[in-house]
């Protein structure tokens, strides 16, 4: 995928098919939408393309509005180029262009810009100044200018519209297994790890603690999770067992991210890791002494073992079986 970062003195590209989006997480519905583009651009000739923004609308629109992000910049971008979507164009998200009205967006950006001659909307997307206009009304400005404005449908999961609304909702909720299932992948926090209170080394369960590189980048609910950790210099993932709170039993205050990586002992402090969440087995809670707690986390290995062994089992089931063409 060929990446462009829109300037003023960027070359008019050939004729393309696009959808536009903020595309946080790319998720199955967000790939829906872009697998869709891309059949439309080889019906009629043109390249597939995904238009985006370099950050979120509404830390625009709202100077004080925090995004709980799915994916961070490099990471969205990362995932737009497995779509199969031959360009990305990049679109610098300031007040001047919130203040363009839709019209003068499509026209003047889109077609002016970009050489869009077929826009494909998702079902529940909305630009232009005030967000008042709707798909009609895309419609009947693309065609007064000679652009195709097509609506797409959404892709249910399980009985669950997809969303990238949706997705925080269930890791916030910690339904990262659910999550994984819209997402099309596991969930990942990526991080530094860093000297932290060393009470898992106290209990014989030492534990990497993970700051993360974006502070605007989503934290699951608080709880004890089956993960797969990437760590700097390991050629593949490791499986691990991770704690997101206060640590209760000693008193914490402080949330943090704590991984303890199974059967590793190597250094890592200041090496950077990827946590990805395959399953919450149990809430974070307050135990009576330290040595009740470290029984807990030795029934929490054995649980993680098994989580993780099983989605390995069904992603194996899976990449056995042949293609799905449903949406469903």
Known sequence: MQTTFLTPGTPLPPPCAATIGFFDGVHRGHRYLISHVIDVAGAKGLEPAVVTFDNHPRQVLHSDYRPALLSTPAEKLALLGQTGAARCFVLHFDSRMAALPARQFIEDVLLGQLNVRHLVIGYDNRFGHDRAEGFDDYRRY??????????????????????????????????????????????????????????????????????????????????????????????????????????????????????????????LYGRRMGIAFVKRLRDERKFRTPAELASQLRHDIGHTREALAASQSSQSSQNSQPSQNSQK
């Open 142 to 267: 693309g065609r007064a200018v000679g652009i195709d404005v097509e609506q797409w449908q959404p892709l249910e999961v399980g009985g669950v519209r997809v969303s990238s609304s949706v997705v925080r909702s269930l890791l916030l909720a910690g339904e990262v297994d659910m999550a994984s299932r819209c997402l099309g992948y596991h969930y990942t926090v990526s991080g530094t790890v860093a000297h932290g209170r060393h009470v898992g080394t106290s209990l014989g369960f030492p534990t990497a603690n993970i700051v993360p590189d974006d502070p605007l980048k989503l934290v699951p609910a608080t709880g004890v999770y089956a993960v797969e950790a990437s760590i700097e210099g390991e050629e593949r993932p490791l499986p691990a067992m991770l704690n997101i709170g206060t640590c209760p039993t000693f008193d914490g205050t402080a949330t943090t991210i704590e991984a303890h990586v199974l059967d590793y002992s190597a250094d």
